[in-house]
């Protein structure tokens, strides 16, 4: 059975619209009112309260904790600072993404590995033979993500943290009231916001702090629909949606490399880890396929639907389909997640390209469904992310 | 002291020194480490009692391979082999008994004792066991082929292998093909009645494995305890003049006189591994070798998990080597006798004492002994191997007395509650002697000693994982092209420059030296 999350007390009268959805195996709101636009602008100008316990939490601690990440993450684990967290993927041998998640560095032996999908028995085969522990806090650690402009001065209202200093990708151990929290500044938005990570048994008494402390800065309970915008808007990456975890892939062809995902950043080909000497090979040859941002061209999208006397549709909820991407009469790659980018006032959408029509301000065509029939619309290959705030590092 | 070796070798058991000495004939720098005192893993004579000297590891050998005996010049190593006389001798508690001899029509004329239709089936069926075990010998003499290699040469390996079969003709190839994957209980059903043969044969497919006859691939374990052997002669032993030991001792005097350095007492405590290679290794102590290759002759539990720090080593690998089944279920009871055992069925001194004496009345009586080890106990009446190598070779032993080995099985190194402590090892030789007295009940007031090794003895004394005499179970998913496990079963490993030439490589357990002959041979290709 589903179930709720540790907040569901809370949330469950909150949500006017009733549309819960499956996370894993928690009920979440895909939006609290009957649509979800305020709740999108809560992200963006004021702040936006979402339940974001859903996701797997790991805590792993011990003299080999750094030895271990290392094998497992591509990122250099032995660099991330006390208290610093880091995003990355991890991959099988073969360097295909398996999930996605946050490290955050607890101490000097112990952090906490967030990903989007059951990961237990991966890590656990990692650790085989190293000295760590490895918890599965999935249940017992509530989390939510506090994010838009105003979501630090909540926050210092209802903590003893000192969040002027708390730099992007960092944490701080604090009190909000009387309850012990971790606070990151991390999210899923692509704004400046917080996540707050507390013993899944104080997070009704988080919640009501949080929404009374946040009350006259417009915090908003808000759900994945808004979430789902604000991502695509930040170019970040939803497994299952853009990627298919290597796991679960039933052919080879499903898998992505970290490379293919825009994730090469995040890979330290020089030190050693599970998949290195493929993705060493890959980086060598190039890679055969690049994750980049479309900007559909608005007059041609007005062209497209004008055939049919009608006005452009705009997908006010961001999709999460396959749509084909042409350059000419060659489908040169795949859409995963597209949206109308209302603080951008633009279409855009996530798309694997392959690598010589990736370039940015190459000129391709997406395919749009109007009227039941399949039309191509122009559109122009960006940099992730559309939309980066300054307030988002600073 | 600490020039540089091309190679060092972890552990002096038979197919290390084996290794050893062939790597060093073709003309490496060569470092054998050994963690004991004496060289021979379980090829070992130790005087147990003042006086009583025992092959407290193995006690006979099926088969050495024959290249190595005149390769390696053992004969002038003081090598000697003694191929035992019957081969086996089985009582039963109904005052029968049964011997199989070398000469075939030795054991016609035995077996027509107890059946006239038996008797007609042997040469029948020792004609079939020679053409798989023919087919077995091509496999073992050569590295496996690798079944899912798209080399050209691994196919072709693949296609010899096909021919060799081929080779037998369509119907014997059926026929070979058909019992491969077979229970002993079905093989021996379709060729034998009496029970006492059928579980003396059956005995053979179950040695060593935590199975009982009736579970499948039992026929092959029987088939693989007879290559090499002439037709005709079923549960083949020898013994090597002086203890099992002397074959150590061959072993380590033909690798010393090709230039190997031995060093006892030296404990491996890891494979130093550098760049993505092995480097060398370090001991207990600290002390750290440097060498070119490393070889072990350790189980690939205990090397790619004791020895190697598994970040070396890939997820899936890992995983691998942890699911090898291991399941030691034998154990050993050594006896020093002051006088011969006399067997209710056939008393008095004789040739019969002379071969292996194998309880084993019937392949009822060993899936029973099984039952017990399925649920994690000992069994209540356990399948017995024994021999008392005093009366072929009296210098074991003080004038008049003797000496008597015996495998047991089954001892689960798993037991159902608690652990191999002081008490269930008593029990364990309490069992042993009480079953023993049923078929010679002199026997228990001939005892002087008695040394039980259970099989977390065997672990803690050979360094076996889990008490496992094969360094791994010889199961049909762990053979050939599966062992140690699938994707590495050349005798590389994933490091590169270390290597496997133990029991737990192909072709498998038992003092045969396949292993590391085979091994040198590939590690040989490597280097140069």
């Known amino acids: 059975m589903l179930r709720g999350t540790p907040f569901h007390e809370r949330t469950a009268p909150l949500c006017q619209a009733q549309n819960w959805r499956r996370w894993a195996g928690y009920l979440a709101a895909s939006s609290y009112e009957l649509t979800h636009d305020r709740e999108y602008y809560a992200i963006r100008s004021a702040a936006a309260l979402i339940d974001v316990s859903p996701l797997?939490?790991?805590?792993?601690?011990?003299?080999?904790?750094?030895?271990?990440?290392?094998?497992?993450?591509?990122?250099?684990?032995?660099?991330?600072?006390?208290?610093?967290?880091?995003?990355?993927?991890?991959?099988?041998?073969?360097?295909?993404?398996?999930?996605?998640?946050?490290?955050?560095?607890?101490?000097?032996?112990?952090?906490?590995?967030?990903?989007?999908?059951?990961?237990?028995?991966?890590?656990?085969?990692?650790?085989?033979?190293?000295r760590v522990t490895i918890e599965d806090?999935?249940?017992?650690?509530?989390?939510?993500?506090?994010?838009?402009?105003?979501?630090?001065?909540?926050?210092?209202?209802?903590?003893?943290?000192?969040?002027?200093?708390?730099?992007?990708?960092?944490?701080?151990?604090?009190?909000?009231?009387?309850?012990?929290?971790?606070?990151?500044?991390?999210?899923?938005?692509?704004?400046?916001?917080?996540?707050?990570?507390a013993d899944a048994q104080q997070a009704i008494r988080l919640w009501d702090i949080l929404m009374d402390g946040g009350r006259s800065y417009g915090i908003t309970p808000s759900g994945i629909y808004a979430l789902d915008v604000a991502r695509v808007e930040a170019g970040l990456l939803l497994i299952g949606v853009d990627y298919i975890p290597a796991n679960r892939a039933l052919i080879e062809a499903r898998k992505s490399s970290p490379f293919e995902l825009g994730l090469g950043w995040a890979v330290r080909l020089e030190k050693g880890f599970v998949g290195q000497e493929a993705l060493l090979e890959e980086w060598q040859r190039g890679p055969a396929w690049q994750f980049k941002g479309l900007e559909l061209d608005w007059n041609s999208l007005e062209k497209v639907y004008a055939e049919f006397g009608l006005p452009p549709e705009l997908p006010m909820i961001a999709w999460r389909t396959s749509v084909p991407v042409y350059a000419g009469a060659a489908q040169v790659g795949y859409a995963t997640s597209g949206c109308w980018s209302p603080t951008l006032k633009k279409y855009i959408a996530l798309a694997h390209l392959r690598s010589a029509h990736a370039e940015r301000g190459t000129s391709v065509e997406m395919e749009v469904t109007v009227e039941h029939r399949r039309k191509k619309a122009a559109a122009r290959v960006v940099d992730l992310p559309f939309f980066d705030p300054e307030r988002k590092r600073s | 002291m600490n020039d540089t070796y091309d190679a060092i070798v972890i552990g002096a058991g038979h197919n290390g020194l084996i290794t050893a000495a062939y790597v060093a004939k073709a003309g490496l720098r060569v470092l054998v480490l050994e963690r004991r005192e004496l060289v021979g893993g379980t090829a070992v004579t130790e005087e147990v009692f003042p006086g009583f000297k025992f092959d407290t590891g193995a006690h006979r050998i099926s088969r050495l391979y024959p290249p190595l005996v005149t390769d390696l010049k053992l004969a002038d190593h003081g090598l000697e082999l003694l191929p035992l006389d019957p081969t086996v001798f089985a009582p039963t508690l109904d005052g029968g008994h049964l011997s199989l001899w070398r000469n075939p029509e030795n054991t016609i004329d035995a077996i027509r004792q107890l059946s006239d239709k038996d008797a007609a089936s042997w040469n029948g069926f020792a004609a079939l066991v020679a053409k798989a075990t023919g087919l077995l010998e091509t496999l073992y003499e050569s590295s496996p082929p690798e079944a899912l290699s798209?080399?050209?040469?691994?196919?072709?390996?693949?296609l010899r292998m096909a021919g060799r079969l081929r080779r037998l003709g369509?119907?014997?190839?059926?026929?070979?093909?058909?019992?491969?994957?077979?229970?002993?209980?079905?093989?021996?059903?379709?060729?034998?009645?009496?029970?006492?043969?059928?579980?003396?044969?059956?005995?053979?497919?179950i040695t060593g494995i935590f199975q009982g006859p009736m579970a499948a691939g039992t026929a092959y374990l029987f088939l693989h305890q007879h290559v090499g052997t002439k037709q005709g002669i079923l549960r083949p032993a020898l013994r090597v003049r002086g203890g099992t030991g002397r074959l150590a001792q061959a072993l380590a005097g033909a690798a010393r006189s090709l230039g190997v350095t031995i060093r006892t007492g030296a404990w491996v405590e890891r494979i130093i591994v550098e760049d993505g290679r092995a480097a060398g290794v370090a001991l207990v102590g600290g002390e750290e070798i440097v060498a070119r290759q490393v070889i072990s002759n350790a189980d690939p539990k205990r090397t790619f998990l004791d020895l190697v720090d598994?970040?070396?080593?890939?997820?899936?690998?890992?995983?691998?080597?942890?699911?090898?089944?291991?399941?030691?279920?034998?154990?050993?009871?050594?006896?020093?006798?002051g006088e011969l055992p006399d067997f209710s069925s056939l008393p008095g001194d004789g040739p019969h004492l002379r071969g292996l004496i194998s309880i084993s009345p019937s392949l009822r009586y060993l899936e029973r002994a099984f039952d017990d080890a399925k649920y994690g106990e000992l069994s209540r009446e356990p399948f017995l191997e024994a021999v008392i190598p005093s009366l072929t070779d009296p210098s074991l032993a003080p004038q008049g007395k003797h000496v008597m080995s015996i495998l047991v099985q089954y001892a689960p190194y798993h037991?159902?509650?608690?652990?191999?402590?002081?008490?269930?090892?008593?029990?364990?030789?309490?069992?042993?002697?009480?079953?023993?007295?049923?078929?010679?009940?002199?026997?228990?007031s001939a005892i002087l000693h008695r040394q039980v090794l259970t099989p977390l003895d065997l672990e803690l004394v050979f360094g076996l994982t889990e008490g496992n005499i094969y360094h791994g179970e010889m199961t049909?998913?762990?053979?050939?092209?599966?062992?140690?496990?699938?994707?590495?079963?050349?005798?590389?490993?994933?490091?590169?420059?270390?290597?496997?030439?133990?029991?737990?490589?192909?072709?498998?357990?038992?003092?045969?030296g396949a292993p590391g002959y085979n091994a040198a041979r590939e590690i040989l290709k490597r280097v140069k």
Not at chain 1, 74 to 94: I, K, L
Not at chain 2, 323 to 337: E, H, P, S, T
């Open chain 2, 415 to 444: 037991l159902k509650d608690g652990v191999w402590d002081e008490s269930r090892c008593d029990a364990l030789g309490d069992r042993v002697v009480e079953t023993l007295a049923k078929y010679a009940p002199n026997i228990e």
């Open chain 2, 310 to 337: 598994p970040v070396n080593l890939g997820t899936e690998f890992l995983r691998r080597v942890r699911n090898i089944k291991f399941n030691g279920v034998c154990a050993r009871v050594n006896l020093a006798l």
């Open chain 2, 476 to 512: 049909l998913d762990q053979l050939i092209f599966m062992r140690p496990v699938p994707g590495w079963a050349r005798y590389n490993a994933p490091i590169k420059d270390l290597y496997l030439c133990g029991a737990g490589t192909h072709p498998g357990g038992g003092v045969t």
């Open chain 1, 56 to 130: 797997y939490k790991y805590v792993i601690r011990g003299s080999d904790a750094v030895r271990f990440l290392n094998r497992v993450l591509t990122r250099d684990v032995a660099g991330c600072d006390m208290h610093q967290v880091m995003y990355g993927p991890w991959c099988n041998e073969a360097g295909k993404v398996i999930d996605d998640g946050t490290l955050q560095r607890l101490g000097e032996e112990s952090f906490r590995l967030t990903s989007a999908e059951p990961n237990l028995r991966w890590l656990c085969d990692n650790a085989f033979g190293l």
């Open chain 2, 170 to 205: 369509k119907r014997d190839m059926v026929e070979v093909l058909r019992i491969l994957p077979m229970t002993a209980v079905e093989l021996l059903d379709e060729w034998f009645e009496t029970d006492v043969l059928k579980g003396t044969l059956g005995a053979a497919g």
């Open chain 2, 150 to 158: 798209k080399k050209r040469k691994d196919r072709w390996a693949m």
């Open chain 1, 137 to 197: 806090d999935s249940d017992t650690t509530a989390a939510l993500a506090l994010q838009g402009p105003t979501s630090r001065e909540i926050l210092n209202n209802v903590s003893d943290a000192d969040l002027d200093s708390l730099k992007y990708f960092r944490l701080a151990f604090a009190r909000a009231g009387n309850i012990p929290v971790t606070i990151t500044r991390t999210g899923y938005t692509g704004d400046l916001g917080y996540e707050i990570w």
